[in-house]
């Protein structure tokens, strides 16, 4: 066999190998499985289990929150932090007595630079102890640049006097001055027993509780 010949022939084994390499490279790329383009902004940054936050005002306290879970996204805007498993707020009166509590099955807290705002869904109970009220509703916004809680949603109101429901509540943020918007179905203790105990603040209540005379 000439030189000419084996030259010709090692171009050709060189050309047929690129070509080989070329076709198991590009097969296998195609073969490989494409991952979906991760979205940053349903990635939480945070996440905290079994939070607790206190806010004290002259070393008494003046909010508590509980949260079991709480997820923090920063990657959207405005960012926002949300507690898929429940949340509990209580509020304190300026003496540190326990006025108000804000419980419900799903929370999200939303801040910007000018607003802050809380909403609150799934069995949504709002009590006052001090006054002996109870709300219920499925939806609570709780604006607190404005210092207003309000619903738009159908909403139970207890009282000791009272029971009352309609659509639409707006209050104020420790629940004092509650006002359902469009009131139906709804009645009142006209006539109560003399010698009935009035209401009391039994979680503030220090001392016996009088029995009920027969």
Same mark, same amino acid.
């Given at each position: 066999?000439?030189?000419?010949?084996?030259?010709?022939?090692?171009? /050709?084994?060189?050309? &047929?190998?690129?070509?080989?390499?070329?076709?198991?490279?590009?097969?296998? @790329? /195609?073969?490989?499985?494409?991952?979906?383009?991760?979205?940053?902004?349903?990635?939480? @940054?945070?996440?905290?289990?079994?939070?607790?936050?206190?806010?004290? *005002?002259?070393? +008494?306290?003046?909010?508590?929150?509980?949260?079991? !879970?709480?997820?923090?996204?920063?990657?959207?805007?405005?960012?926002?932090?949300?507690?898929?498993?429940?949340?509990?707020?209580?509020?304190? @009166?300026?003496?540190? $007595?326990?006025?108000? *509590?804000?419980?419900? +099955?799903?929370?999200?807290?939303?801040?910007?630079?000018?607003?802050?705002?809380?909403?609150?869904?799934?069995?949504?109970?709002? +009590?006052?102890?001090?006054?002996?009220?109870? $709300? *219920?509703?499925?939806?609570?916004?709780?604006?607190?640049?404005?210092?207003?809680?309000?619903?738009?949603?159908?909403? !139970? $109101? !207890?009282?000791?006097? %009272?029971? $009352?429901?309609?659509?639409?509540?707006?209050?104020?943020? %420790? &629940?004092?001055?509650?006002?359902?918007?469009?009131?139906?179905?709804?009645?009142?203790?006209?006539?109560?027993?003399?010698? *009935?105990?009035?209401?009391?603040?039994?979680? /503030?209540?220090?001392?016996?509780?009088?029995?009920?005379?027969?």
């Amino acid at each position: 066999m000439s030189d000419s010949v084996r030259i010709r022939l090692s171009k /050709n084994y060189k050309v &047929a190998a690129i070509y080989l390499a070329a076709t198991i490279f590009l097969s296998c @790329t /195609n073969s490989l499985p494409q991952t979906e383009e991760i979205d940053s902004s349903k990635i939480p @940054t945070q996440v905290i289990d079994n939070m607790s936050v206190q806010q004290s *005002e002259a070393g +008494k306290p003046r909010m508590r929150l509980y949260a079991s !879970k709480m997820e923090r996204y920063t990657n959207t805007t405005p960012a926002y932090d949300i507690f898929p498993a429940g949340i509990n707020v209580k509020a304190f @009166t300026a003496d540190g $007595m326990l006025e108000t *509590e804000i419980t419900a +099955k799903i929370a999200k807290h939303i801040t910007n630079d000018t607003t802050e705002r809380w909403e609150a869904y799934g069995n949504v109970v709002i +009590k006052n102890y001090i006054k002996g009220e109870t $709300m *219920e509703t499925d939806t609570l916004y709780w604006d607190r640049s404005s210092k207003t809680i309000y619903t738009h949603c159908l909403v !139970k $109101m !207890k009282t000791p006097d %009272m029971y $009352m429901q309609g659509i639409g509540m707006k209050s104020d943020e %420790m &629940a004092r001055n509650a006002i359902i918007l469009k009131p139906f179905d709804s009645y009142g203790v006209v006539k109560r027993d003399s010698t *009935e105990v009035p209401y009391i603040d039994s979680v /503030n209540f220090i001392g016996p509780f009088l029995k009920k005379k027969r």
